[in-house]
């Protein structure tokens, strides 16, 4: 008699919600957060993501104390009661102790607050002014979805830092989520924004080995036109879903772990990362600079 294997690590069914905020309205980007997780449960996905700052729209600055949420707020516990067992990651202003703000994203599920990251890369050029308005996050932690699936959360700038993408795979993503907030015009004509994306996406999917969800607002908020293409990319670098056209929508694609561990196993990039290297390469940078400012001064 043949030994039985252990079973597969199962699928993961993931979503984007591509959406129009309104500015400054809580209430009216709350219920569209709740129509969202309701349809996205009736199409039993997994794990839902919604854009950069969904809750608030894209520029809080003009109302920022007025719609800053602590974790503990009931209407993150509301939007938490809503997924059941489904992981809902969205975007608002987070006050902290001491009347600190930032830029931040909460994973909830079952009724509960599981995790929250802060935006490192404060977009502060062109037309984008995070560093006048938050303070910048410390941390790039990962958490569990499901069985064999960890997430990292990296918000929009944070995904054009190279080294903070490797942070979430080192410790352990298997699945990397972006909320984002790109319009066309916010840094300059010079750059095409949904074909950086693009690249961006499908890079860090390929070079890590894990998929990639990107999920982008629609509309036109503070003279911005922001422009969606929120996505799915498999752990190849191939989009699996796109959205089409700026429109409201929910994106789904169906994730195969195995297919991580294919690609994983082709390009063991994560493997080879040589942390103690990387580490070391460190050290000595810091201990140059050290001894370039010791003679400057």
């Known amino acids: 008699m ?42 039993s996905v997994d794990v839902l993501l919604f854009p950069e700052l969904s809750l608030s729209g894209h520029s809080p600055k003009e109302n920022l104390l007025e719609i800053a949420l602590h974790r503990d707020d009931p209407m993150l516990a509301e939007l938490a009661d809503a997924t059941g067992d489904m992981y809902v990651v969205a975007g608002f202003v987070e006050e902290s102790e001491g009347a600190q703000f930032y830029n931040a994203a909460a994973a909830m599920r079952s009724g509960r607050v599981e995790h929250v990251h802060r935006k490192i890369n404060l977009a502060t050029y ?7 308005h938050f303070g910048s996050g410390q941390i790039v932690d990962t958490f569990q979805l499901a069985p064999s699936w960890r997430a990292g959360i ?20 298997t699945i990397l989520l972006g909320p984002i907030s790109s ?8 750059f095409d924004n949904p074909g950086g994306w693009d690249i961006n996406t499908r890079f860090n999917a390929l070079t890590y080995g894990m998929p990639v969800l990107i ?33 409201e929508q ?26 103690a290297l990387v580490h070391r390469e460190i050290d000595r940078l810091h201990a140059r600079e050290g001894q370039v400012d010791g003679k400057s001064s």
């Open 126 to 132: 062109g037309r984008l002014e995070d560093g006048k």
């Open 215 to 247: 999920a982008n607002r629609v509309g036109i908020e503070d003279g911005l036109t922001f422009w969606g293409g929120s996505r799915i990319v498999d752990p190849f670098g191939s989009p699996l879903a796109i959205a089409t056209g700026m429109t």
């Open 154 to 173: 990296l918000i929009c700038a944070d995904m054009w830092n190279p080294a903070l993408a490797y942070l979430a795979a080192i410790g352990g993503a």
């Open 183 to 190: 319009g066309l015009e916010a840094v300059g004509t010079e």
């Open 250 to 275: 929910l994106v789904t694609a169906e994730l195969d772990y195995d297919v991580l561990r294919k690609a994983r196993y082709l390009l063991p990039t994560v493997r080879d990362s040589n942390r």
């Open 2 to 43: 043949k030994p039985m294997r252990a079973a597969r690590p199962r699928c993961l069914k993931a979503a984007v919600a591509q959406i129009a905020t309104t500015p400054g309205d809580l209430q009216a980007n709350f219920r569209k957060h709740l129509d969202m997780i309701a349809a996205a449960r009736s199409a």
